[in-house]
């Protein structure tokens, strides 16, 4: 019994082994694998439609061409591939948006193809090689660059190519980010064999082995990810939503009391701010602190006690990032610092706080006090202690250098009508002042020392102008204005700088409040060749308890295709007043010192992306909810700022400069960075011929001794003149003394004929090209003039007609025969219009009566009209440049 119960038993194990090997053959075997279940079959979708939800409050800020199309979500099905994938023009399905973008939700439709392009997958999970299926979702984008189809640097926007609002989920764990975990698909299969998962499989993740497969019917076929398993839905006008991105999701605590909604708050920053380490702050701390006042101000129904509580809370952040919408301390602003002493003030670099601005009339003018007068006391407290304990109402500050120059600003300003002791010195003073200063309404000194001073708001967010210095000069005020207009003006831009050769290019970032990082990094990207990793963005996980920097998170410049980058000599401009996107922009061009940085102070120092919050009474709220690290994954911007590589000094000569030290200074820098190479190739003396190279940017020079009085020529080119050369002559003093581009005679060689020493000298001669673009092999001679040989011919008169011949570095002179006030017209040339010739007039003293080159399109001449002198006239034939020669004819006839 027991040996037979033991058979038995072997032969369930056997039997359920061969059962288990055939289901795992039919899963492994795509053709075996089951049918999907259809419901709704109405023979798959033929258009959808749906909407697009937000909360995000910067979603909309400069979106001129927004679209929601059909995306291609091969790479997310590669997985490891998610960041790098770049769609083909063809994939994109575009679909019509039939609401106002403006206001969520979002409506949209989309008509869908016969057959999609996109890329087809195969995800049977077997070894068979099939054509698969195109896996596609609806999804938003903004159409940046204007052509007719998403570019790769369009999926920039809202954190690259994968995170943004789409009809698909994605994860934000660290294991598995950016991972499908849900929401609908549209699957596009060429027949009816081909396989698909129908759930995620015993890992939970999605195109991995042991998806459980099916087929799918011929066609379109509506994939629901979140029911298990998957729902294929072949309806044929199915309504799909496309998701807000969990991060995007903006708070809104507007419902909550006073207290309800700080508390919220508080444990909404101590979860998702973005430097709490950084900044080392305590938000129990914090909240211990400020609770009490919302408390209060919730119990007595006061809102301007709240707003205050809630102002006072924020600037205890020192980022600059952070900031609350608050009528009340609005209202504040103008109570406490709308009056002025009437003068502005500033730091040197020294320690020095003087006076840079002096309202006219104003009291401290009216008072004695001077320009670049040094500021000591105010209230007899010394000046940098009254600095230092300042609070700007621009609060709050993410660098030191940003508050010290706004504390700078608002230690001059108190309400009107308040009494303020000063102690002053003026320049050349022996002693120190005290006074006492009333102050007044006094706006004017307070713009003057703003770092946006003279902005109106009405500025193109970037405008471009070609300097003196053959520069070329652009400012970007904003990167969260029309962005199409912004990439417009920036394509032109960089199209101007190529079409002309401009060598050089200043960007002013001075005053570039920031907006939308991404705008920022593709139009840096018009500056790079190759691609470059710029940095990378946290996040906050959950499971991790922390931000974490994925490695599909890194941001990478784009380069922009050949043609359409600029390769000159950059320089961009700082100041305080360059924050966020500017500063990301500004960072990029410094990484592989593609640009110089000039300035006085670094950038704000305001790093990471924002979000906001909707606090009680509906006010806003912004915080900084993903910290941002450079190349090399350190902080490279938040409380740093970008330094200049160029440091322009904040000292006397600069505060009161005529024009701008810092533009000059960025000149300068240029000037030194498009300077040709000049090469040294040592001494020729009168007679020899040297041959050489040139490259791009570079010149050769020569040393020539000449004696006083000696003639020469020197002529430089190439065999069959069309090298486009450049011969210049200087002194030992690198004086200048003649130049010559085009060579007489029309070609792009060239020469400097009949040179006559001044004195017995040493002469540098440098070879160079046209802007100094060419390349190529030169000839370069130096020999003594021949002299120009006059040939004296006879008379002639009018109605008659000569014909001869004319060489080289010779001219022919005839006597006119005719009577004064005589009307003749004279013309010199051939037939066949090959020898260009000039035709001069000349009175007995050859003082020059008139001359011809070239008349109408041929190189002959003719002087027309002619009424003759008193006196004697000198007909002289020459060729161009003295160097051509054949045969001529010259005739004289009664002008008609």
């Not at 929401?183 to 081909?194: F, K, M, R, S, T």
């Not at 950059?570 to 966020?580: R, T």
Request: hydrophobic share 40%; with cysteine; aromatic share 10%.
């Amino acid at each position: 019994m027991a040996s037979k119960r033991l058979i038995g038993t072997s032969l369930l194990a056997l039997l359920l082994l061969l059962l288990t090997s055939s289901f795992v053959i039919a899963q492994d075997d795509a053709d075996a694998a089951p049918e999907a279940e259809i419901v709704n079959d109405e023979g798959g979708p033929v258009v959808v439609s749906g909407e697009m939800e937000y909360t995000y409050v910067f979603l909309t800020s400069g979106v001129d061409q927004p679209v929601i199309f059909l995306d291609d979500l091969k790479g997310f099905t590669e997985r490891d591939r998610v960041a790098d994938y770049i769609r083909t023009p063809e994939s994109q399905v575009f679909g019509t948006i039939t609401s106002d973008f403006s206001t969520s939700p979002v409506e949209y439709t989309i008509s869908l193809p016969i057959e999609p392009r996109a890329a087809y997958v195969d995800l049977d999970q077997d070894d068979d090689e099939d054509t698969g299926v195109q896996v596609l979702a609806p999804t938003f984008r903004l159409n940046v660059y204007g052509q007719p189809v998403l570019e790769e640097r369009d999926y920039l926007f809202t954190f690259g190519s994968w995170l943004t609002y789409s009809s698909v989920r994605v994860s934000n764990q660290a294991a598995n980010k950016y991972d499908i975990i849900g929401g609908q698909l549209i699957v596009y299969a060429p027949d009816n064999e081909q396989g698909f998962p129908s759930g995620f499989g015993e890992d939970g993740n999605m195109f991995t082995e042991d998806d459980p497969i099916v087929t799918l019917p011929q066609g379109y076929t509506l994939v629901n990810l979140d029911t298990e398993p998957f729902t294929f839905d072949r309806s044929s006008a199915p309504q799909i939503s496309l998701y807000e991105p969990d991060i995007f999701e903006s708070p809104d605590f507007s419902d909550m009391t006073y207290t309800e909604g700080f508390d919220a708050l508080i444990d909404l920053l101590r979860v998702n701010y973005a430097f709490t380490e950084l900044k080392e702050l305590d938000w129990d701390a914090l909240h211990d602190e400020f609770y009490p006042r919302f408390e209060e101000a919730e119990s007595n129904g006061d809102s301007e006690a709240y707003q205050l509580a809630l102002r006072d809370f924020y600037w205890s952040i020192p980022d600059g990032h952070v900031y609350a919408e608050t009528p009340a301390v609005a209202y504040l602003f103008g109570q406490e610092t709308g009056g002025g002493l009437g003068l502005s003030i500033r730091e040197l670099d020294d320690g020095r706080i003087i006076v840079t601005y002096l309202t006219e009339s104003g009291p401290a003018e009216t008072a004695g006090i001077e320009m670049r007068a040094d500021v000591l006391e105010i209230n007899a407290q010394p000046i940098d202690d009254v600095v230092s304990a300042n609070i700007p109402f621009s609060s709050p500050f993410s660098s030191e250098h940003s508050r010290r120059y706004q504390q700078l600003r608002y230690a001059v300003r108190f309400p009107i009508g308040q009494d303020v002791e000063i102690t002053y010195q003026n320049p050349g003073d022996d002693e120190p002042t005290t006074t006492t200063l009333t102050t007044i309404e006094d706006p004017d000194s307070f713009s003057f020392s703003s770092v946006n001073r003279g902005l109106t708001g009405n500025e193109f967010p970037v405008e471009f102008r070609m300097l003196d210095s053959g520069y070329g000069y652009v400012k970007i005020y904003s990167f969260s204005e029309d962005f199409i207009l912004t990439a417009d003006m920036w394509e032109f831009v960089i199209d101007n700088l190529n079409t002309n050769g401009v060598k050089g290019l200043i960007i002013d970032m001075r005053q570039n409040g920031g907006g939308e990082s991404f705008l920022a990094e593709t139009m840096a990207s018009f500056f790079f060749a190759e691609p470059v990793v710029i940095g990378n963005s946290g996040f906050y996980v959950p499971d991790e308890g922390g931000f974490v920097f994925h490695p599909r998170d890194v941001a990478r410049i784009v380069p922009t295709p050949d043609g359409e980058r600029y390769d000159g000599a950059v320089a961009v401009l700082v100041s305080p007043a360059c924050a966020s996107a500017c500063e990301l922009f500004t960072y990029a061009l410094s990484l592989n010192e593609r640009a110089a940085i000039v300035g006085q102070y670094p950038t704000d120092g305001l790093g990471g992306a924002v979000q906001a919050v909707t606090l009680p009474e509906g006010l806003y709220m912004q915080y900084a909810f993903s910290p941002g690290v450079g190349a090399n994954g350190e902080i490279n911007i938040e409380g740093i700022g970008v330094a200049p590589t160029i440091d322009v000094p904040v000292d006397e000569e600069t505060l009161f400069s005529e024009g701008d030290p810092i533009l000059e200074a960025a000149e300068a820098y240029l000037d030194e960075e498009t300077a040709p190479d000049i090469t040294s190739m040592g001494r020729l003396t009168v007679g020899d011929t040297v041959s050489g190279e040139l490259a791009v940017n570079a010149r050769a020079s020569y040393i020539v001794d000449v004696e006083e009085g000696q003639m020469l020529d020197i002529t430089v080119g190439d065999e069959n003149a069309e090298f486009d050369t450049v011969l210049r002559v200087y002194d030992e003093d690198d004086n200048l003394l003649t130049e010559n581009d085009d060579e007489p005679g029309g070609t792009v060689n060239s020469a400097v004929n009949d040179f006559e020493a001044a004195d017995d000298m040493t002469l540098v001669v440098e070879v160079g090209t046209f802007n100094d673009e060419g390349e190529g092999a030169y000839e370069l001679s130096v020999s003594e003039s021949v002299p120009l040989q006059i040939v004296e011919q006879g008379d002639i008169a009018a109605g008659e007609s000569i014909s001869d011949d004319i060489e080289a570095n010779s001219r022919v002179r005839f006597m006119l025969d005719a009577e004064a006030g005589a009307m003749l017209d004279i013309a010199v040339g051939d037939d066949a219009g090959e020898v260009d010739t000039v035709l001069r007039l000349y009175d007995a003293d050859d003082n020059m009566l008139a001359e011809n080159d070239d008349i109408g399109d041929t190189v002959n001449s003719a002087i027309e009209g002619f009424e003759v002198p008193d006196g004697a006239v000198i007909i002289e034939i020459a060729t161009y440049g003295d160097t051509g020669s054949g045969q001529y004819t010259l005739t004289v006839d009664e002008a008609a």
